[in-house]
């Protein structure tokens, strides 16, 4: 049992710790006030609903309780609302901490003020620059209807006495409207090989077989090659995935695989000497783009049949080097400092130009301005394809200069995704494809009488 004496101590301190926590809480807490620690006030209990209301009035929220408020009605007819971020700077200190100095006040609505107007700016440049980009393509849009209908009226039902016309050589030379792409181009290139429809069909038919009885190649077979070209027609599903794999139109489960598939195919029993060659994927994508199938099969074998492209089809390297020889002719009288630059750092047409060659620059340009360039390629046929590559060195000239010889193979076998077409137009129109009198094609003709010339081509 507890003595009098341990009661007393008990009462006491218990009485003590009563007396220090009733404190006044100045004397208790100084620094409340900087803090924000601010004594309970005994009041009336207001009524939750009445809380609410309250709040919707000063906050200027609209809600069940307040559906139109001032504030937001002042927002209402502002031209431009600020961010709620933004705005704070213009809200009024707590209660409980000490009230703005006028200057400070003054200086934050100074500040808000150069932040709306500054965002006033912006939004009006974008406007603008909007309102600009509208323009230009409306004016863009405009200008291809009325090519289109000048192509369609006047050009098309007289083709074979307006096609070399001088106005019409300067309307293709700006680009042929995508609606009548497809038809100058199967005009321009021509059916030289009298294929028809029918025997577009005997030739799938044929493929279709093949497919059916011959078993998938192995990679050794592959690697290896085949005296029997038709047997590559199952390599051409392994290519035809990495076909423009960014539209997603040609790979596996496509609207345009099958086509693909059976027009390469078809092509491969058409010309069994040839076969199928990686590359060709991208020439018969961009066809069928323009092009029914059939008519796009038609013209994928007449455009293969051409010189140039037999020559890399079939891996001429006699007629490959005089076509590299060729082009440097034409790269030193056109750019003697690059062409001296890559001279020095032995980088040799064929690290690039096959490329480019290979799939009509459409794998290595984009696909719209790759159409571009197929349109003058239609007309003036190989010569524009070595004329179209010295562009792009014109173009790229000052990029190519101060490269090696690494830098300089890596930028031309993967050039830049955005090339703006009226800026590489402009550079194929500044080369001159005549040298010391002699045009491209008296030039080359030399060339083949001449073997020797060729080969230091790639022995450099």
């Given at each position: ?21 009733n404190r006044p809480v ?174 577009y069909d005997i030739c ?18 592959e690697d290896a090659g ?235």
């Amino acid at each position: 049992m507890a003595t009098p004496s341990l009661l007393l101590f008990i009462d006491r301190s218990l009485f003590a710790r009563r007396v220090k926590d009733n404190r006044p809480v100045e004397q208790k807490d100084p620094g409340w006030k900087l803090f924000g620690k601010v004594p309970l006030r005994e009041g009336p209990v207001k009524d939750p609903k009445r809380i609410q209301k309250e709040y919707e009035t000063k906050s200027g929220r609209a809600g069940p309780g307040n559906p139109t408020s001032p504030r937001h009605g002042v927002r209402k007819n502002l031209d431009f609302e600020p961010l709620s971020t933004t705005a704070l700077i213009l809200e009024d200190r707590p209660a409980n901490l000490p009230a703005k100095p006028a200057e400070e006040a003054q200086k934050h609505r100074q500040q808000y003020e150069e932040m709306v107007a500054q965002a006033k700016k912006r939004e009006l440049k974008e406007a603008q620059k909007r309102k600009k980009q509208l323009e230009v393509r409306c004016k863009l849009e405009e200008s291809i209807g009325t090519a289109a209908q000048i192509w369609n009226q006047e050009i098309l039902p007289n083709w074979s006495t307006t096609c070399t016309s001088r106005r019409v050589r300067d309307l293709w030379w700006q680009g042929i409207p995508p609606s009548v792409r497809g038809k100058v181009w199967s005009l321009a290139v021509g059916n030289e090989l009298n294929i028809t429809h029918e025997l577009y069909d005997i030739c799938l038919s044929r493929a279709k077989e093949k497919w059916r009885t011959t078993p998938a190649p192995s990679l050794e077979a592959e690697d290896a090659g085949s005296s029997d070209r038709e047997s590559s027609l199952e390599l051409i599903k392994l290519d035809i995935s990495r076909t423009f794999p960014h539209l997603c139109i040609f790979q596996q489960g496509g609207p345009y695989h099958d086509v693909l598939h059976s027009i390469l195919g078809a092509y491969t029993c058409y010309r069994p000497d040839v076969g199928y060659v990686q590359g060709m994927s991208f020439i018969a994508a961009v066809l069928i783009l323009n092009l029914d199938t059939a008519d796009a099969f038609i013209a994928f074998a007449n455009l293969l049949n051409k010189p140039c492209q037999m020559a890399f089809f079939r891996v001429d390297h006699s007629l490959m080097l005089t076509y590299f020889a060729a082009f440097e002719v034409f790269f030193e009288e056109n750019l003697p400092k690059l062409f001296a630059h890559f001279q020095k750092n032995n980088l040799t047409p064929d690290i690039y130009l096959i490329d480019w060659i290979f799939t009509l620059y459409s794998k290595s340009l984009p696909l719209d301005l790759a159409c571009r360039v197929w349109d003058v390629f239609c007309r003036d046929h190989e010569e524009f394809l070595f004329r179209t590559g010295l562009g792009l060195l014109r173009l790229y000239q000052d990029v190519l200069s101060p490269m090696d010889f690494i830098h300089m193979a890596q930028f031309l076998t993967r050039l830049p995704d955005l090339i703006p077409a009226d800026q590489l137009f402009q550079h194929i129109t500044a080369i001159h494809m005549t040298s010391r009198n002699r045009k491209w094609a008296q030039v080359l003709q030399a060339l083949q009488k001449d073997p020797e010339r060729c080969s230091p081509v790639l022995k450099r």
